[in-house]
């Protein structure tokens, strides 16, 4: 791997430095890094890979994109830009459609990114139900089960539609039935 994804690992440990997973409470880092390790076994590109450890630091840290284009490139700044929401002061739905809309407008390598972050915390959810049961899955979050089914089925249809029968299409898929039933149609 390259140097620019061991700095961005780096950045990324400063930049989440104190932060915390929602569901498991373990240290914010391992979930950009589960990223990043799911993207490599899926064989993305590097740059996909670096914005898969970044992807989350312009929307939870104090990271600009004009710092994630300066110290890591234009490639990486804009797929994260992608799948980063702009606006936390909208409603969580208007969040989510803006989102499904720059994935569907985006490049593929920004919706292979959104892929291997939502398979990540639907693994996490998935430990969570295993351990602690259902109604603590949807405890944790403030949309419960049927909005969380809407977004993530939602980037499951994107998958679907725009890499059918891609690994990561797959994987994903299987993750998002676990976790739902297989209600979201043939993957």
């Known amino acids: 791997m390259s140097a620019r994804l061991f700095d961005a690992i780096e950045f990324a440990a400063r930049a989440h430095r104190g932060q915390l997973r929602k569901l498991t409470r373990a240290p914010y880092l391992v979930h950009p890094l589960a990223v990043a390790e799911t993207l490599i076994g899926w064989e993305a590109a590097e740059p996909v890979v670096v914005a898969g450890v970044l992807h989350d630091t312009v929307e939870d840290t104090d990271a600009t994109l004009a710092d994630l284009a300066a110290r890591f490139g234009e490639d990486v700044a804009a797929l994260v830009e992608v799948v980063s929401e702009p606006d936390k002061a909208l409603p969580w739905e208007a969040r989510k459609e803006h989102t499904l ?22 693994r996490s959810m998935l430990a969570v139900r295993d ?11 403030k949309r419960g089960k049927d909005a969380q089914r809407w977004y993530l089925g939602g980037v499951l249809d994107l998958a679907r539609a725009r890499a059918p029968g891609a690994r990561w299409t797959r994987d994903y898929g299987r993750a998002v039935d676990a976790l739902f039933g297989a209600l979201l149609g043939p993957g």
């Not at 720059?102 to 639907?122: E, S, T, Y």
């Open 131 to 141: 351990a602690q049961g259902e109604a603590a899955v949807w405890a944790g979050f």
């Open 101 to 122: 809309a720059a994935l569907r407008a985006g490049p593929l390598d920004a919706l292979l990114l959104a892929c291997a972050d939502k398979l990540d915390n639907v």
